[in-house]
């Protein structure tokens, strides 16, 4: 079975500071990983993903993420918190070598960013 | 372009009946995922369709639950003799391909907020 841990419910960052949103997950062979963002009352919107190849990926709106093998991590990041930033983030994985499509999300970081 | 639609918006039932969710994926979109998002939880997955038939509907809950997509577009999702515990958030995604090599990111919809009284 496939798991995705985000092990903060929250993070507080000040404008203008670094931020790091967490993700691990668990999933036999090699992972698709996505996160995925949820502003209120709003659908899900895509980020960023990472299917193979250079283990750093860049994303809309200055995100980026990590692939981290040997840790099985994708932590979130991005330079200089805007304080729109603050949203719900998710984290998903699928399975590429079973082929199964579904995503298994995590139960989500919530972002906040003050001015 | 048009996003991925759902109707109703939200929907209020009683206990025991039965509702309809619809979906409209983005226009050429071959793949689509129902997921179901409970309070304060991440989105947890349903069924998927490949074009016209089920690919994985493993995700489904109960035989309660059933889902079509007949001409490998709109879909509708059918929940028989609603109960309390079926209160969430139902999401609905898209994405162009499907293919499990493709790695294609899901598109989502706003979600239809179901409430079982």
């Known amino acids: 079975a496939q798991s995705v841990a985000q092990p903060e419910d929250q993070v507080n960052v000040a404008e203008g500071n670094p931020l790091t949103v967490k993700c691990t997950y668990s999933v036999s062979g090699n992972p698709y990983l996505f996160w995925y963002v949820q502003y209120p009352n709003r659908g899900l919107q895509f980020l960023l993903k990472y299917i193979t190849g250079d283990n750093l990926v860049k994303g809309s709106y200055g995100f980026e993420a990590e692939f981290n093998k040997s840790q099985t991590s994708f932590h979130l990041k991005k330079p200089s918190a805007l304080v729109s930033d603050s949203a719900l983030y998710f984290c998903?994985?699928?399975?590429?070598?079973?082929?199964?499509?579904?995503?298994?999300f995590g139960s989500g970081t919530r972002l906040q960013v003050q001015p | 372009g048009a996003g991925v639609s759902q109707t109703p918006s939200n929907k209020v039932t009683e206990k025991g009946k039965y509702v309809e969710l619809r979906c409209d994926p983005i226009s050429g979109h071959t793949a689509l995922y129902w997921y179901r998002q409970s309070l304060g939880q991440g989105p947890e997955f349903l069924i998927y369709f490949q074009g016209t038939g089920a690919a994985d509907d493993s995700g489904l809950p109960n035989d309660r639950f059933f889902a079509v997509r007949p001409e490998g577009s709109v879909s509708t999702l059918k929940i028989q003799r609603t109960e309390r515990g079926d209160s969430a958030v139902y999401l609905c995604?898209?994405?162009?391909?499907?293919?499990?090599?493709?790695?294609?990111?899901?598109?989502f919809g706003p979600g239809t907020r179901l409430t079982v009284l």
């Open positions: 998903a994985v699928s399975a590429r070598d079973t082929g199964r499509r579904a995503l298994t």
């Open positions: 995604a898209s994405s162009l391909k499907g293919l499990a090599a493709s790695g294609d990111e899901q598109f």
